[in-house]
């Protein structure tokens, strides 16, 4: 597979306007994302998580409900509802979400995508938020691994804007179709230029689990959940995070 043209167009208009928003903090139904792309492929995606308090006395809890199909054998894109809960639940943010697979599997030492998120919350006060960065993965014999980087910026906040810098990473090990193990840890270190500070840093890793069951034809139900512990002090003590995708 070539690269489309059209792609990296998205690239360079997108970095100029994030190294041109508030400290991010990555929401509990975060998860990982792989850059592999299924032409023709719907789904329905839901997505749940909830992190233990740090410095606010509720409970930090989000839930997705999205919406994807792939238009093309490299793109595929996907419309979320988003809902946030801190004692109460309430309406949070509309997602879109586009992937771009620029390889196909095997033909580099890696195998890599795009991913670019666009986010409108209710709150008109945060602004918009711009999302952008290469998914990486590589097999090691039964052990898939993926490497993420973002970086990540609002627009037209009400707080100052800086373009902030995460990761996320994923081992998987095969072992049934079913039923596979692994682990998974998200971070984020402040502005992409200039780091936070390492006791202000959020870093969190933990296992998690994975699998899939086919339901006849093109449908595919995928499951996969996380348990992740802080490894840094800013960071929630906790959080669960769950994934289930119906695919068709």
């Known amino acids: 597979m070539r690269t489309p043209a059209h792609v990296l167009a998205i690239v360079a208009a997108a970095l100029p306007l994030l190294s041109l928003a508030p400290l991010a903090h990555a929401d509990p139904d975060d998860y990982v994302a792989v850059p592999a792309v299924e032409y023709g ?37 996907e419309i979320y509802g988003k809902w946030h809960r801190s004692g109460a639940t309430s309406f949070d943010a509309v997602e879109w979400e586009n992937k771009f697979q620029l390889t196909e599997p095997g033909q580099y030492f890696a195998d890599f995508g795009l991913l670019v998120e666009t986010e409108f919350p209710h709150d008109h006060a945060e602004g918009y938020e711009l999302r952008i960065g290469p998914l990486m993965q590589k097999d090691f014999g039964p052990v898939q691994a993926n490497f993420n980087v973002f ?64 339901l006849g034809g093109r449908q595919v139900l995928k499951y996969d959940a996380a348990v992740l512990f802080r490894l840094s002090d800013a960071a929630p003590a906790r959080t669960f995070r769950a994934q289930v995708e119906y695919e068709f």
Do not use: C
């Not at 308090?53 to 490299?74: E, I, K």
């Not at 906040?157 to 990761?167: F, G, W």
């Not at 990473?169 to 840890?185: I, M, S």
């Not at 202000?200 to 069951?213: L, N, R, S, T, V």
């Open 41 to 77: 492929e719907r789904e329905i995606e839901l997505r749940l998580g909830t992190a233990s308090p740090t410095d606010d006395p509720h409970r930090q809890s989000a839930a997705s409900l999205a919406f994807g199909y792939g238009v093309t054998p490299w793109w595929a894109t």
């Open 151 to 214: 970086l990540e910026r609002h627009y037209h906040a009400s707080e100052p804007e800086v373009t902030e810098l995460e990761y996320q990473w994923q081992l998987r090990y095969r072992w049934q179709p079913a039923l596979d193990f692994g682990a998974q840890g998200f971070g984020e270190v402040g502005q992409w230029n200039d780091w936070a500070p390492a006791r202000a840093q959020e870093h969190m890793a933990g296992p998690a689990i994975f699998g899939k069951f086919p």
